[in-house]
Protein backbone atom coordinates (compact mmCIF):
# COMPACT_ATOMS: atom_id res chain seq x y z
CA UNK A 1 0.00 0.00 0.00
CA UNK A 2 1.09 3.53 -1.21
CA UNK A 3 0.12 6.43 1.07
CA UNK A 4 1.11 9.76 -0.07
CA UNK A 5 2.33 12.67 2.24
CA UNK A 6 0.41 15.24 2.40
CA UNK A 7 2.78 18.93 1.83
CA UNK A 8 3.79 19.95 5.69
CA UNK A 9 1.62 22.71 5.96
CA UNK A 10 0.20 23.20 9.21
CA UNK A 11 -3.42 23.29 7.58
CA UNK A 12 -1.97 20.33 5.85
CA UNK A 13 -0.78 18.00 8.84
CA UNK A 14 -4.10 19.23 11.28
CA UNK A 15 -6.25 16.53 9.49
CA UNK A 16 -2.88 13.79 8.73
CA UNK A 17 -3.60 11.38 11.89
CA UNK A 18 -7.05 10.63 10.96
CA UNK A 19 -6.26 10.31 7.02
CA UNK A 20 -4.38 7.18 7.98
CA UNK A 21 -6.26 4.02 7.49
CA UNK A 22 -6.98 1.81 10.65
CA UNK A 23 -6.79 -1.42 8.98
CA UNK A 24 -3.67 -2.46 6.72
CA UNK A 25 -3.98 -5.24 4.51
CA UNK A 26 -1.27 -5.48 2.78
CA UNK A 27 2.17 -6.23 4.28
CA UNK A 28 4.43 -3.17 3.21
CA UNK A 29 3.23 0.06 3.86
CA UNK A 30 5.03 2.70 2.00
CA UNK A 31 4.72 6.85 3.11
CA UNK A 32 5.56 8.90 -0.69
CA UNK A 33 7.26 12.27 0.50
CA UNK A 34 7.21 13.06 -3.62
CA UNK A 35 4.76 15.38 -3.00
CA UNK A 36 6.18 17.88 -0.54
CA UNK A 37 7.31 20.89 -1.58
CA UNK A 38 7.14 22.84 2.26
CA UNK A 39 8.67 21.84 5.02
CA UNK A 40 7.02 23.67 8.08
CA UNK A 41 9.04 23.28 11.67
CA UNK A 42 6.05 22.52 13.12
CA UNK A 43 4.44 19.86 10.91
CA UNK A 44 7.44 18.02 10.57
CA UNK A 45 7.53 17.92 14.16
CA UNK A 46 3.56 16.06 13.82
CA UNK A 47 4.58 14.39 11.19
CA UNK A 48 7.19 12.79 12.22
CA UNK A 49 5.77 11.84 15.84
CA UNK A 50 2.53 10.37 13.89
CA UNK A 51 4.36 8.28 11.61
CA UNK A 52 6.52 7.18 14.47
CA UNK A 53 3.67 6.10 16.75
CA UNK A 54 1.69 4.83 13.54
CA UNK A 55 4.63 2.63 12.73
CA UNK A 56 4.49 1.13 16.30
CA UNK A 57 0.64 0.28 16.06
CA UNK A 58 1.19 -1.95 13.53
CA UNK A 59 4.25 -4.03 14.21
CA UNK A 60 3.92 -6.83 11.99
CA UNK A 61 3.82 -4.38 8.50
CA UNK A 62 6.86 -3.40 6.91
CA UNK A 63 7.16 0.18 6.73
CA UNK A 64 9.33 1.90 3.91
CA UNK A 65 9.57 5.37 2.48
CA UNK A 66 9.83 6.85 -1.12
CA UNK A 67 9.86 9.91 -2.89
CA UNK A 68 13.19 11.77 -0.76
CA UNK A 69 15.03 12.28 -3.62
CA UNK A 70 12.68 15.00 -5.32
CA UNK A 71 13.41 18.50 -5.42
CA UNK A 72 12.82 20.07 -1.74
CA UNK A 73 13.54 16.53 0.39
CA UNK A 74 17.04 17.66 0.64
CA UNK A 75 15.46 20.73 3.39
CA UNK A 76 13.73 17.79 5.42
CA UNK A 77 16.90 15.71 5.15
CA UNK A 78 19.26 18.16 6.60
CA UNK A 79 16.63 19.26 9.31
CA UNK A 80 16.40 15.78 10.41
CA UNK A 81 13.40 14.93 9.20
CA UNK A 82 13.68 11.57 7.62
CA UNK A 83 15.65 9.80 10.92
CA UNK A 84 13.77 11.59 13.35
CA UNK A 85 11.10 9.36 12.06
CA UNK A 86 13.55 6.53 12.11
CA UNK A 87 17.09 6.27 12.64
CA UNK A 88 17.22 3.52 10.01
CA UNK A 89 15.89 5.50 7.40
CA UNK A 90 19.46 6.53 4.86
CA UNK A 91 18.30 9.64 4.34
CA UNK A 92 19.55 12.91 5.83
CA UNK A 93 21.07 13.87 9.05
CA UNK A 94 20.02 12.25 12.21
CA UNK A 95 17.99 14.66 14.56
CA UNK A 96 20.48 17.40 16.61
CA UNK A 97 23.54 16.66 13.71
CA UNK A 98 23.23 19.82 11.66
CA UNK A 99 24.73 23.16 13.26
CA UNK A 100 21.92 24.93 12.39
CA UNK A 101 22.98 28.32 10.67
CA UNK A 102 21.24 32.38 10.87
CA UNK A 103 18.09 30.81 9.31
CA UNK A 104 17.00 27.54 10.56
CA UNK A 105 17.34 24.96 14.35
CA UNK A 106 17.35 21.65 12.60
CA UNK A 107 14.91 19.52 14.66
CA UNK A 108 16.52 18.89 18.25
CA UNK A 109 15.42 16.67 21.33
CA UNK A 110 16.06 17.91 24.72
CA UNK A 111 15.75 15.24 27.21
CA UNK A 112 15.70 16.70 30.49
CA UNK A 113 17.32 13.93 33.22
CA UNK A 114 20.10 13.71 30.32
CA UNK A 115 21.25 17.92 30.50
CA UNK A 116 20.98 17.45 34.04
CA UNK A 117 23.10 14.36 34.22
CA UNK A 118 25.63 15.75 31.81
CA UNK A 119 26.07 18.75 33.80
CA UNK A 120 26.27 17.28 37.23
CA UNK A 121 29.23 15.44 35.39
CA UNK A 122 30.67 18.62 34.44
CA UNK A 123 30.54 20.19 38.11
CA UNK A 124 27.11 22.58 37.63
CA UNK A 125 24.96 21.77 39.90
CA UNK A 126 22.33 24.53 38.27
CA UNK A 127 18.30 23.91 38.66
CA UNK A 128 16.32 22.35 35.72
CA UNK A 129 14.92 25.87 34.92
CA UNK A 130 18.65 27.42 34.98
CA UNK A 131 19.70 24.51 32.33
CA UNK A 132 16.37 24.95 30.34
CA UNK A 133 17.27 29.22 30.41
CA UNK A 134 20.72 28.28 29.32
CA UNK A 135 20.09 25.45 26.28
CA UNK A 136 17.08 27.92 25.49
CA UNK A 137 19.75 30.62 24.37
CA UNK A 138 21.79 28.31 22.78
CA UNK A 139 18.49 27.63 20.58
CA UNK A 140 17.59 31.29 20.11
CA UNK A 141 21.03 32.17 18.99
CA UNK A 142 20.77 30.50 16.31
CA UNK A 143 18.15 32.25 14.37
CA UNK A 144 18.42 35.73 16.44
CA UNK A 145 20.07 37.49 13.44
CA UNK A 146 22.81 38.92 16.43
CA UNK A 147 19.68 41.24 17.49
CA UNK A 148 20.59 41.45 21.63
CA UNK A 149 16.89 42.08 21.84
CA UNK A 150 15.67 39.88 19.82
CA UNK A 151 17.47 36.92 21.26
CA UNK A 152 17.00 38.02 24.52
CA UNK A 153 13.19 37.46 23.79
CA UNK A 154 13.58 33.95 21.61
CA UNK A 155 15.60 32.86 25.01
CA UNK A 156 12.58 33.47 27.47
CA UNK A 157 9.41 32.01 24.77
CA UNK A 158 11.60 29.44 24.39
CA UNK A 159 12.25 28.83 27.94
CA UNK A 160 8.93 29.05 29.04
CA UNK A 161 7.83 26.64 27.16
CA UNK A 162 10.48 23.95 27.93
CA UNK A 163 10.07 24.40 31.74
CA UNK A 164 6.22 23.61 31.18
CA UNK A 165 7.06 20.14 30.15
CA UNK A 166 9.08 18.07 33.05
CA UNK A 167 6.22 19.39 35.57
CA UNK A 168 2.70 19.03 33.47
CA UNK A 169 3.57 16.57 30.17
CA UNK A 170 5.26 14.14 32.35
CA UNK A 171 7.34 13.51 29.50
CA UNK A 172 11.25 13.70 30.02
CA UNK A 173 11.29 14.35 26.19
CA UNK A 174 11.23 17.95 24.31
CA UNK A 175 12.07 17.90 20.39
CA UNK A 176 12.69 21.61 18.84
CA UNK A 177 12.84 23.13 15.57
CA UNK A 178 12.96 26.24 14.09
CA UNK A 179 13.13 28.96 11.01
CA UNK A 180 13.79 32.63 10.25
CA UNK A 181 12.42 33.58 7.20
CA UNK A 182 14.21 36.85 5.85
CA UNK A 183 11.29 37.32 3.16
CA UNK A 184 9.24 38.01 6.07
CA UNK A 185 11.84 39.44 9.35
CA UNK A 186 9.75 36.69 10.67
CA UNK A 187 11.56 34.21 13.86
CA UNK A 188 9.41 30.92 14.03
CA UNK A 189 9.98 28.13 16.67
CA UNK A 190 8.59 25.10 17.33
CA UNK A 191 8.17 22.77 20.32
CA UNK A 192 6.48 19.55 21.13
CA UNK A 193 6.24 16.80 23.09
CA UNK A 194 4.62 13.11 23.74
CA UNK A 195 2.79 13.48 27.05
CA UNK A 196 -0.21 13.52 28.87
CA UNK A 197 -1.91 16.42 27.17
CA UNK A 198 -3.32 19.34 28.40
CA UNK A 199 -6.33 18.58 29.82
CA UNK A 200 -4.62 15.49 31.81
CA UNK A 201 -2.27 17.82 33.34
CA UNK A 202 -4.76 20.65 34.34
CA UNK A 203 -7.43 18.00 35.04
CA UNK A 204 -5.16 16.43 37.84
CA UNK A 205 -6.17 19.47 40.18
CA UNK A 206 -9.95 18.92 41.36
CA UNK A 207 -9.95 22.68 42.20
CA UNK A 208 -9.97 22.80 38.11
CA UNK A 209 -11.58 19.83 37.32
CA UNK A 210 -15.14 21.07 38.29
CA UNK A 211 -15.69 23.47 35.58
CA UNK A 212 -12.39 22.20 33.14
CA UNK A 213 -14.74 19.46 31.38
CA UNK A 214 -13.01 19.10 27.59
CA UNK A 215 -9.79 19.02 26.19
CA UNK A 216 -10.64 22.09 24.10
CA UNK A 217 -11.96 24.36 27.26
CA UNK A 218 -8.39 23.36 28.79
CA UNK A 219 -6.82 24.83 26.00
CA UNK A 220 -8.56 27.94 26.26
CA UNK A 221 -8.37 27.83 30.03
CA UNK A 222 -4.40 27.46 30.07
CA UNK A 223 -3.93 30.43 28.11
CA UNK A 224 -5.20 32.55 30.74
CA UNK A 225 -3.10 33.84 33.88
CA UNK A 226 -2.18 32.31 37.07
CA UNK A 227 -4.13 28.96 35.52
CA UNK A 228 -1.81 25.83 36.70
CA UNK A 229 -2.06 22.51 38.00
CA UNK A 230 -0.30 23.78 41.29
CA UNK A 231 -2.62 25.75 42.01
CA UNK A 232 -4.05 24.95 45.58
CA UNK A 233 -7.01 27.10 46.89
CA UNK A 234 -5.71 26.25 50.57
CA UNK A 235 -1.99 27.12 50.35
CA UNK A 236 -0.39 30.44 49.41
CA UNK A 237 1.50 30.94 46.40
CA UNK A 238 4.97 29.42 46.73
CA UNK A 239 8.15 32.00 47.05
CA UNK A 240 10.82 30.17 48.51
CA UNK A 241 11.18 28.67 44.91
CA UNK A 242 12.33 30.79 42.10
CA UNK A 243 11.29 28.17 39.84
CA UNK A 244 7.91 27.19 41.15
CA UNK A 245 4.90 27.41 38.60
CA UNK A 246 3.01 30.35 38.78
CA UNK A 247 0.81 29.48 35.71
CA UNK A 248 2.12 32.21 34.03
CA UNK A 249 3.78 30.44 31.17
CA UNK A 250 1.53 29.62 28.82
CA UNK A 251 -0.14 33.36 29.11
CA UNK A 252 3.18 35.42 28.70
CA UNK A 253 4.27 33.63 25.10
CA UNK A 254 0.69 33.92 24.02
CA UNK A 255 0.02 37.18 24.61
CA UNK A 256 3.43 38.36 23.21
CA UNK A 257 3.15 37.04 20.24
CA UNK A 258 -0.23 38.55 19.59
CA UNK A 259 1.34 41.88 21.01
CA UNK A 260 3.87 41.77 18.28
CA UNK A 261 1.22 41.35 16.04
CA UNK A 262 2.67 37.60 15.36
CA UNK A 263 1.16 34.03 16.02
CA UNK A 264 0.79 31.40 18.60
CA UNK A 265 -0.78 27.85 17.66
CA UNK A 266 -1.50 25.53 20.60
CA UNK A 267 -2.25 21.61 19.88
CA UNK A 268 -2.84 18.92 21.93
CA UNK A 269 -4.68 15.80 21.44
CA UNK A 270 -8.10 16.31 19.82
CA UNK A 271 -7.98 20.13 19.70
CA UNK A 272 -6.43 23.69 18.46
CA UNK A 273 -5.78 27.13 20.02
CA UNK A 274 -4.62 30.11 17.78
CA UNK A 275 -4.51 33.19 18.59
CA UNK A 276 -3.04 36.59 17.03
CA UNK A 277 -4.44 40.33 17.27
CA UNK A 278 -7.47 39.28 15.26
CA UNK A 279 -8.33 37.20 17.97
CA UNK A 280 -8.77 33.48 19.06
CA UNK A 281 -9.65 30.42 16.34
CA UNK A 282 -10.37 26.68 17.92
CA UNK A 283 -10.65 23.82 15.93
CA UNK A 284 -10.31 19.67 16.12
CA UNK A 285 -7.49 17.83 15.03
CA UNK A 286 -5.24 14.26 16.22
CA UNK A 287 -2.41 14.08 17.99
CA UNK A 288 -0.73 12.50 20.99
CA UNK A 289 0.66 15.04 22.74
CA UNK A 290 0.85 19.04 23.23
CA UNK A 291 2.70 21.18 20.40
CA UNK A 292 3.21 24.94 20.27
CA UNK A 293 4.36 27.25 17.45
CA UNK A 294 5.33 30.82 18.02
CA UNK A 295 5.92 33.14 15.19
CA UNK A 296 6.97 36.86 16.35
CA UNK A 297 8.06 39.21 13.66
CA UNK A 298 11.78 40.75 14.17
CA UNK A 299 11.56 43.75 13.29
CA UNK A 300 9.19 45.36 15.82
CA UNK A 301 11.44 44.25 19.12
CA UNK A 302 13.19 47.06 21.03
CA UNK A 303 13.38 46.43 24.24
CA UNK A 304 12.15 42.75 24.84
CA UNK A 305 12.21 43.02 29.12
CA UNK A 306 9.71 45.93 28.38
CA UNK A 307 7.21 43.82 26.54
CA UNK A 308 8.07 40.77 29.02
CA UNK A 309 6.98 43.59 31.37
CA UNK A 310 3.67 44.94 30.20
CA UNK A 311 2.36 41.94 29.72
CA UNK A 312 3.14 40.25 32.84
CA UNK A 313 2.00 43.00 34.55
CA UNK A 314 -1.67 42.62 32.54
CA UNK A 315 -1.59 39.41 33.61
CA UNK A 316 -1.33 39.99 37.40
CA UNK A 317 -4.52 42.44 36.65
CA UNK A 318 -5.98 39.37 34.97
CA UNK A 319 -5.15 36.86 37.40
CA UNK A 320 -7.19 38.71 40.18
CA UNK A 321 -10.09 38.66 38.26
CA UNK A 322 -10.20 34.53 38.13
CA UNK A 323 -10.91 32.80 41.27
CA UNK A 324 -8.76 29.57 40.78
CA UNK A 325 -5.32 31.40 39.56
CA UNK A 326 -2.20 32.04 41.01
CA UNK A 327 -2.60 36.20 41.53
CA UNK A 328 1.44 36.62 41.20
CA UNK A 329 3.86 35.92 38.04
CA UNK A 330 7.21 34.16 39.22
CA UNK A 331 10.06 36.00 38.76
CA UNK A 332 11.24 33.92 35.53
CA UNK A 333 7.65 34.64 34.06
CA UNK A 334 8.84 38.24 34.52
CA UNK A 335 12.32 37.87 32.33
CA UNK A 336 15.33 36.06 32.39
CA UNK A 337 17.07 35.19 35.43
CA UNK A 338 19.85 38.31 36.34
CA UNK A 339 22.60 35.70 37.16
CA UNK A 340 22.58 33.65 33.71
CA UNK A 341 22.60 36.66 31.65
Not at 142 to 171: F, M, Q
Not at 204 to 228: D, F, M, V
Not at 297 to 319: D, F, L, N, Y
Amino acid sequence: MIFSVPDLTLSAILSFEKSLPDVINDNIFIFDFSKMTNFDPLPMLLAGSIIRRYRKKHPDVSFQIAGCGTSGTGYAGTMGFFKYISPSIEFGKGPGEATGSSNYIPITTIAVEELREDAYSNGNYLSVGDLLEIKAGHLAKIVDRGNLELHKLLTYLIREILRNTPEHAKSNKIWVCGQYWPSFELAEIAIMDEGIGIYNSITQNIAHKEYIRTNAAALRWSLKAGISESFRPSSKQKSNDEWANSGFGLYMVSQICKELNGNFYLISYDDYVSLDNHGMKCGSTSFEGTAIRIRVPTKRISSAQTIISKISSQGEAEAKTIRNAFKTASTPSKGLMEHLM
